[in-house]
């Protein structure tokens, strides 16, 4: 799963045995208070081992220390990595 999300700010040598990789969904309190449920009001973390993850695709919508992803560009990343082949709307299929 790392090689292909590909992060910016983690050496990728080897994988460490039982390591955890994390989706986080996050909503900003801001948006809230003034009733705003738009894609703009979300971003998208992923942390691997404790590490969170940055991400070329997200640079513009990044946090200061350049992890992070908005959710828009969240999805964009995952479009352009995702299977699109046989039986792409299908995964169990596909890997049969």
Known sequence: MMEWLHPNNVAMDYVLYASQVVFELKYDDLCLAGNYTGNDCFSVAVRWN???LGFDACVN?????GTGC???D???LMSGIWYNGYSASDLDEACN
């Open 50 to 52: 404790g590490v969170e």
């Open 61 to 65: 919508s990044a946090q200061a220390d």
């Open 70 to 72: 908005s959710y828009d």
């Open 74 to 76: 969240f999805k964009s």
